[in-house]
């Protein structure tokens, strides 16, 4: 299918959605990904026909037959992002074109075929506009979409699938500090790395969190809150987060952040904060930083506040780094007065606060 292309979404309501009592009940206390809309979307893919059947439909298991392929080689990829209501009482979402491109790198990188741009965009605004009513009220309370694809073909061969399977998922989500911004505790692990040069690094594919898993664990056995990687050539400089990228903030303002050289994932947010940033005049530099580097500074001043970001979190202050050579702690602990104000500038963008300079708040309703 060409990229111009639009499709037809057929729409079949839950024949038995859940009630307004009871679903006022779920909202009140969402959590994170714990409960779901009414409804999904879903587009199916096979080779010479392109991506067809486009629906809306009730949430409902999916059946599938324990030879698709996905349960044994894992070609799947994801992406997260948010739908919210505006001051007005419309809702938007933050730059879901880009969260298109990048799903369409994650294909390329799986082998996966890619869905249009505007498929994509077109099945959030469908979701949401037939699950309005479960955007949660509290202004920092948001629906999360999950749109995610698979290898459906039933085949036990290695390579790429002939068929696979397009959805969206709906979760409302509460703030994610609930009782304000708290720093986050990371572990450095010296076992584990999350990606090497050449591997799938730079895509969302769930694969790359299953690797994870073990790593994360061992950051809870040592009682921090996340995971931070190392590259895996020389174990030396910072990756990301197990889903979060890393800045670190030097005494003269400068932001700084590991570059884009395949084995870290673009994030949105990252590439928000430079771009707001550099628009603020300040100096961003993408560069390798080394774990001693942030803790020579960390001890000498010139490494003022470090933070994570991703779409759950939007900005996440870090504030005990730990690892087998030792710990060291950001400032005094706390949350960096640069950390929360850049935090406070993006969130105030994205929620139709303040000015949207580069146009990146994408109205649905
Ligand atoms: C999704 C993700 C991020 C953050 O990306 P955003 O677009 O900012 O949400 C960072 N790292 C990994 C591994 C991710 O999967």
Same mark, same amino acid.
């Given at each position: 299918m060409s990229g111009g292309d639009n499709l037809d979404f057929e729409i079949r309501p839950n024949p038995a959605p859940v009630s307004d009592a009871d679903r006022a009940v779920l909202l009140a206390n969402p959590g994170f990904g714990r409960i779901f809309t009414d409804h999904m979307v879903t587009v199916r893919y096979a080779d010479g026909k392109g991506w067809y059947e486009p629906r809306v439909e009730a949430r409902a298991p999916i059946p599938m037959d324990p030879a698709s392929a996905v349960l044994h080689y894992a070609q799947e990829i994801f992406e997260g992002l948010k739908a919210?209501?505006?001051?007005?009482?419309?809702?938007?979402?933050?730059?879901?074109?880009?969260?298109?491109?990048?799903?369409?790198?994650?294909?390329?990188?799986?082998?996966?075929?890619?869905? *249009?741009?505007?498929?994509?965009?077109?099945?959030?605004?469908?979701?949401?506009?037939?699950?309005?009513?479960?955007?949660?009220?509290?202004?920092?309370?948001?629906?999360?979409?999950?749109?995610?694809?698979?290898?459906?073909?039933?085949?036990?061969?290695?390579?790429?699938?002939?068929?696979?399977?397009y959805l969206v998922i709906a $979760?409302?989500?509460?703030?994610?500090? $609930?009782?304000?911004?708290?720093?986050?505790?990371?572990?450095?692990?010296?076992?584990?790395?999350?990606?090497?040069?050449?591997?799938?690094?730079?895509?969302?594919?769930?694969?790359?969190?299953?690797?994870?898993?073990?790593?994360?664990?061992?950051?809870? /056995?040592?009682?921090?809150?996340?995971?931070?990687?190392?590259?895996?050539?020389?174990?030396?400089?910072?990756?990301?987060?197990?889903?979060?990228?890393?800045?670190?903030?030097?005494?003269?303002?400068?932001?700084?952040? *590991?570059?884009?050289?395949?084995?870290?994932?673009?994030?949105?947010?990252?590439? $928000?904060?430079?771009?707001?940033?550099?628009?603020?005049?300040?100096?961003? /530099?993408?560069? *390798?930083?080394?774990?001693?580097?942030?803790?020579?500074?960390?001890?000498s001043g010139r490494v003022r506040e470090a933070f994570a970001c991703g779409t759950a979190a939007v900005i996440t202050p870090i504030g005990v780094i730990k690892s087998e050579a030792g710990d060291f702690t950001m400032g005094d602990g706390g949350p960096g007065d640069t950390t929360m104000s850049i935090r406070k500038n993006l969130v105030d963008i994205q929620r139709g606060r303040a000015e949207d300079p580069f146009g990146w708040v994408h109205r649905v309703l």
């Open positions: 919210y209501t505006l001051p007005d009482g419309g809702v938007a979402m933050f730059r879901p074109d880009a969260n298109a491109a990048r799903f369409n790198l994650s294909a390329q990188r799986m082998a996966m075929p890619s869905l *249009p741009v505007e498929t994509f965009v077109q099945s959030l605004h469908e979701i949401i506009k037939i699950d309005r009513s479960w955007i949660p009220e509290d202004p920092e309370g948001s629906l999360y979409l999950r749109p995610f694809a698979y290898a459906s073909e039933v085949f036990l061969g290695v390579r790429p699938a002939t068929e696979y399977l $979760s409302p989500v509460g703030p994610y500090f $609930s009782g304000g911004v708290k720093p986050v505790s990371i572990w450095v692990s010296s076992d584990f790395t999350r990606a090497a040069p050449g591997g799938t690094g730079a895509a969302k594919c769930g694969g790359n969190y299953a690797a994870g898993l073990s790593a994360q664990a061992e950051a809870a /056995e040592h009682g921090c809150d996340q995971v931070v990687y190392l590259d895996a050539v020389q174990r030396k400089y910072i990756d990301e987060l197990g889903g979060m990228n890393v800045f670190l903030v030097l005494d003269d303002g400068t932001l700084v952040t *590991p570059p884009l050289t395949g084995t870290i994932l673009p994030g949105i947010t990252r590439d $928000s904060v430079i771009k707001l940033a550099q628009r603020a005049g300040r100096t961003v /530099e993408e560069r *390798p930083i080394s774990l001693e580097e942030w803790r020579d500074g960390a001890a």
